[in-house]
């Protein structure tokens, strides 16, 4: 089981492979695009400005330094589509990406793009992203047909449901999942919504937008009725942003993320066979990237020390600054681990987490 | 062209009959005004139509997978009123699968050259694998162009630049390696959602029927479900997949786009269980649906309710 690491700038990559990525990925967004499409249009599902690469020089330098530890780099074309008139310069930013930049693997999403890259017939691997939104084992048995070797999990499936793809057929492709940094409320692959700045997320406007509710029936409200929707409402707003607000925020003074996780469950999934476990945001800042990464990487060689699971789960667990509870739908992605939801006191945490930042072996 | 209804799990089915048959109901329900805005569309575009085909099932959510029992009832019921069916299922888990497969087998069974709308590639590879009397139909969710009314207008507006109003047409299907996988797994219907902007695209070259919904379009979903939470301890509540009571069926919720100085400011959105809807003016559902036959539009399926 590999980490996977995010990066937007060359002068990231040392830094990512001297303290533990395995694997990296990023995106690029020549100006080519930008000139065309402008930022309205993403190429990837990041935005042209911060969360990726822009000139083939900078791939080809950190391509160059990854290969150098044996690291493999993938780069995203996981837009939710490409129309017929995008393609031809897709196709031709993905050729150099693999013959210029010589990349090993794309991530991508769109099945007509996935249809053409086979014509291409490219020497890189094809990583399907989870805007694709496979959900089961049929899905991923599809995908595989149109010579996908890896795919990516959305968050949204719960452990058992990843466990019982990967007891089907995950010894056929590689299965690849979240594990640190940002969530939604909604299921990427079916959201058609834009992220650009002219009026942000969708899911974080909600709040902002007047709402009101209605009973279907017509029928007047029952006493405490139209109350208790609307603090459902207000409870889902707080939701959403517990869950995309912290996706980018950090403890000021360790700078380890405060975003969901799905950290007590890498000793699942390293019992499954899933091949890489993923950290989220390409767009962070450095140092927030490193102590990401510092922190999955404590929580993946107590794995692979074979310390016992629940063990791990509770360390997993104290590591983490709580700005909302460790369960599912809040701060927790897959539900492992439920024993140690009692939250370690802050002197606890605090311990484990100097402890952690402080061992030689992570840094 | 093809008129269908979509009566849901049969709640609907008065509407088979007559498209305009919807109950009245209170007026303080914003979509008592969207529904009868788009029913005098219909009547002004189309004249009496009664409908040919029947849409059963929902889209979005696998707990509404309709039990094998009343699934059966409505589909023979749909049958004496000589309607054509059509399944619509949503996104699925393996569990979800699960549920489908006695559903697809019990309507193989029947030999009627049953429909069933798949919004998940998975679901296809079943439907190609073990259910080939079935036939399948390309649903609206697997087609990914942007529509969020918030910028969608602005973006496909006269004065937009080129790329970014090209990139607002229906992406993938005039692309002949995608068209050959969906013929080769044997579609020939694939469905839209009525867009915003006016499609570019000649339908009438590409090889398969294409359906549009209206009057609503979808915007977002997931498996984290607001109202589906209703009943659920604060500390309980928004997990993935979880049980619901299908509160979806009694409450919606509008919400308004504003405070902004957008040309869209105002846009209302329809959130009802797991999913957020949008609903175009009846200006440009007119033209629409004015325009489709000409535009080579095979089926037009009226949702009455908000579809969930």
């Known amino acids: 089981m590999k980490i996977l690491a995010p990066l937007n700038s060359p002068a990231e990559t040392e830094m990512l492979l001297a303290n533990g990525a395995e694997e990296l990925y990023c995106g690029l967004v020549p100006d080519e695009w930008v000139a065309r499409y402008s930022g309205a249009i993403w190429l990837n599902r990041r935005s042209p400005a911060g969360g990726n690469l822009r000139t ?8 160059e330094q990854a290969h150098g530890r044996s690291v493999p780099v993938f780069v995203t074309l996981n837009a939710q589509t490409y129309t017929a008139s995008q393609l031809p310069l897709v196709l031709d930013l993905a050729r150099r990406y693999v013959e210029e930049a010589r990349v090993d693997g794309l991530i991508v999403s769109d099945p007509a793009l996935i249809l053409e890259l086979a014509n291409q017939d490219l020497p890189c691997a094809l990583h399907l992203s989870s805007i694709a939104a496979s959900l089961n084992v049929a899905a991923v048995r599809f995908f595989q047909s149109l010579g996908v070797r890896r795919v990516i999990l959305p968050r949204s499936l719960t452990l058992a449901q990843i466990e019982r793809i990967a007891g089907e057929i ?9 594990i640190l940094n940002d969530g939604c409320i909604f299921e990427e692959g079916f959201c058609l919504t834009t992220h650009h700045r002219s009026v942000g997320a969708f899911c974080v406007g909600l709040a902002r937008m007047d709402s009101q509710s209605f009973k279907l029936s017509g029928a007047p409200w029952a006493p405490g009725e139209e109350e208790e929707i609307n603090t459902l409402l207000q409870d889902f ?3 959403i942003d517990g869950l995309t607000n912290y996706a980018c925020s950090a403890r000021p003074q360790t700078a380890l993320p405060l975003a969901p996780c799905g950290l007590c469950a890498i000793p699942a999934f390293h ?5 890489a476990v993923k950290i989220v945001g390409r767009e962070a800042s450095s140092l927030r990237k490193l102590a990401s990464l510092r922190l999955v990487r404590a929580v993946v060689e107590k794995t692979r020390n074979g310390a016992q699971e629940e063990t791990i789960q509770a360390y997993a667990q104290a590591l983490r600054e709580s700005v909302a509870p460790c369960v599912p739908g809040e701060m927790c992605y897959y539900d492992a681990g439920a024993t140690h939801k009692q939250k370690p006191s802050a002197g606890e945490r605090g311990r484990v987490e100097i402890a952690a930042m402080a061992n030689p072996e992570l840094v | 062209m093809e008129w269908a209804i979509h009566v849901a799990d049969g709640r609907s089915l008065e509407h088979c009959e007559d498209f305009f048959s919807c109950p009245p109901r209170s007026s303080e329900l914003p979509l008592s005004d969207l529904q009868a805005a788009a029913a005098k569309v219909v009547q002004r575009v189309a004249g009496p139509v009664r409908p040919q085909r029947a849409y059963l099932g929902n889209e979005f959510c696998q707990h509404l997978i309709p039990a094998r029992e009343s699934f059966s009832k409505v589909c023979r019921e749909l049958r004496e009123r000589g309607l054509a069916i059509t399944f619509l299922t949503p996104p699925v888990t393996d569990a979800g699968l699960d549920k489908l497969r006695p559903l697809f087998a019990w309507l193989a069974a029947q030999a009627s050259g049953a429909e069933v709308v798949f919004n998940d590639w998975g679901t296809l590879q079943v439907l190609h694998e073990e259910f080939d009397a079935l036939r399948p139909v390309r649903g609206r969710l697997l087609n990914k162009t942007m529509r969020d009314p918030r910028v969608t207008p602005l973006y496909n507006a006269p004065d937009a630049p080129e790329g970014i109003r090209a990139s607002m047409q229906p992406g993938g299907l005039d692309m002949p390696s995608l068209q050959r996988l969906l013929l080769r797994y044997g579609v020939e219907t694939v469905e839209l959602d009525i867009l915003f902007q006016d499609s570019t695209s000649d339908l ?5 029927q294409v359906a549009f919904y209206f009057p609503y379009g979808f915007v977002t979903t997931g498996r984290q479900c607001m109202i589906g939470a209703l009943h659920f301890q604060e500390s ?4 993935p997949m979880q049980q619901c009571q299908h509160e979806c069926r009694s409450y919606v919720t509008e919400h308004r786009f504003v405070g902004t100085t957008l040309p869209t400011d105002g846009t209302a959105f329809y959130q009802r269980g797991n999913t957020f809807f949008y609903c175009p003016d009846t200006e440009v559902l007119e033209r629409f649906l004015l325009e489709a036959e000409a535009r080579g539009v095979g089926r037009l399926i009226y ?3 908000l579809p969930m």
């Open chain 1, 271 to 275: 019992r499954m066979g899933i091949s």
């Open chain 2, 303 to 305: 949702q009455p309710d």
């Open chain 1, 237 to 239: 707003h707080r939701r």
């Open chain 2, 236 to 239: 309980e509540r928004f997990r």
């Open chain 2, 204 to 208: 009438r070259r590409l090889p398969f």
């Open chain 1, 170 to 178: 995950g010894s056929q492709v590689e299965l690849e999942v979240f």
């Open chain 1, 56 to 63: 083939f020089s900078d791939l080809g330098r950190v391509v």
